[in-house]
């Protein structure tokens, strides 16, 4: 089953607003990801982080990998509408690392 | 092709029937993964190849599901005796090698749905 617990399960604002979202595990995690997934479509990859305490950013995305190793957040910036769907964390575990974990999903909802 | 593709897009079946779902990865890939995901969840693993060997195969929920890639490349998940609890999206997934470092992340296909009546 699932290992990773993510929050919010859903999030709906305005045009322009910054978007927080976040994964949690009991386990401790090598790698984490961030992808989105639109209907109908294959999910994307957005962010990946490879280093406890990494901070990287793509564009108006940024992403952190928990010193912990077993937590990670991605915040939006200035969100648009075409920043809806759904936003899935996954991790691989340091060991059998081939094999991605995900997140329940964030459904992200803009508001014009 | 530049992606992961998947056919078909859309299988209807019934249950108790056969059947098989096509991924061909991304040229050059050596490692090929293949993914569930039922409605509202995250994707869960079914199982990886690395070349033409299934590598970990801990993820298949029962012996009627069965996944092979002969020549290293195109892979083919099937599924015997089709339930109503099969029905999800099939995801497939490639990387240039196995293993989670920069450079190596896993890229998805569009999936298959398939929905077993």
Known sequence: GQQLNQSPQSMFIQEGEDVSMNCTSSSIFNTWLWYKQDPGEGPVLLIALYKAGELTSNGRLTAQFGITRKDSFLNISASIPSDVGIYFCAGQLIQGAQKLVFGQGTRLTINP | ?117
């Open chain 2, 1 to 117: 092709g530049a992606g992961v593709s998947q056919t078909p897009s859309n299988k209807v079946t019934e249950k108790g029937k056969y059947v098989e779902l096509r991924c061909d990865p991304i040229s050059g890939h050596t490692a090929l993964y293949w993914y569930r995901q039922s409605l509202g969840q995250g994707p869960e693993f079914l199982i990886y190849f690395q070349g033409t060997g299934a590598a970990d195969d801990s993820g298949l929920p029962n012996d009627r599901f069965f996944a092979v890639r002969p020549e290293g490349s195109v892979s083919t998940l099937k599924i015997q005796r089709t339930e109503r609890g099969d029905s999800a999206v099939y995801l497939c997934a490639s990387s240039f090698q196995a293993g989670g470092w920069a450079g190596n992340e896993q890229f998805f296909g569009p999936g298959t749905r398939l929905t077993v009546l």
